[in-house]
């Protein structure tokens, strides 16, 4: 049942990117790609999430792109479930909005972990909570796309990943309003200040680029300048120890 309803929302997301009004969240999309990509060069892609983005990350210098489009791990309480794919298998891992449309994001985060490599970069986009997007979802109908996925806040994927070892490198939002007008639109496109204080924190879409940071263990052979004496105990204090 569970996933079903994860296919339910994959699909209506899509429709959801795909209609006339929502074309300049796509292309603010389009257009942080480029930034990302930047931030996340690899030779072993997996791709997880939207379809129609898909191809926007892909180059001729990766050695193998994975893509999935949906995702259907199980949710809490469920049996384990894993990815298809080895431990430190990828490198660069892109997730589009899989944390939004699937019932346990944790353990996404997990398996991103399990099969990324020491130096891997992980991309992440989805709703961001701590937006106006995240005050009017409570208000909005539960059943219609955006307000039925899982919005996550950019503090919150920030912990989950500091929590495994990964560092942040990049880190963007837009489109501030779920619902504005052009002439709106196009003033506050104008109004620097609004731009800087709101978007790059509190925008509705985050865009966010982990690396992957391990410190690798390596033996250290010590050293004493003098000898090192081990001397018995006295007689005395043994008898006192029970």
Not at 35 to 52: F, P, Q, T
Not at 152 to 160: Q, R, T
Not at 192 to 215: A, D, E, Q, T, W
Request: glycine share 4%.
């Amino acid at each position: 049942m569970k996933s079903d309803m994860n296919s339910y929302k994959y699909r209506e997301l899509l429709k959801w990117y795909r209609k006339p009004a929502n074309f300049p969240i796509k292309k603010l999309f389009n257009d942080q790609i480029s930034r990302i990509k930047e931030h996340a060069v690899g030779n072993n892609v997996l791709y997880v999430g939207l379809s129609d983005f898909k191809q926007k990350f892909k180059s001729a210098k990766h050695l193998s792109y994975i893509a999935i489009d949906e995702i259907n791990l199980p949710g809490d309480g469920e049996p384990a479930k894993k990815f298809p794919f080895e431990d430190n298998s990828h490198d660069v891992i892109v997730i589009i909005h899989a944390l939004d449309y699937t019932d346990n994001p944790h353990q996404i985060v997990r398996e991103i972990d399990r099969i990324a490599t020491d130096d891997a970069k992980v991309v992440l986009v989805g709703f961001n909570k701590s937006s106006i997007w995240g005050l009017v979802k409570p208000l909005m109908n539960n059943m219609d796309i955006p307000w039925s996925l899982n919005f996550h806040s950019l503090y919150s994927i920030k912990e989950w990943f500091k929590l495994l070892g990964y560092e942040s490198v990049y880190k963007e939002t837009g489109r501030v309003f779920p619902f504005i007008s052009k002439n709106f639109s196009k003033l506050s496109s104008k109004i620097k200040i609004f731009k800087k204080l709101y978007s790059h924190n509190f925008g509705g879409i985050y865009f966010c680029v982990f690396s992957k940071n391990i410190i690798p263990l390596t033996s250290v052979k010590l050293k004493f300048k003098s000898k090192y004496l081990v001397a018995p105990f006295p007689k005395s204090s043994l008898n006192r120890v029970k």
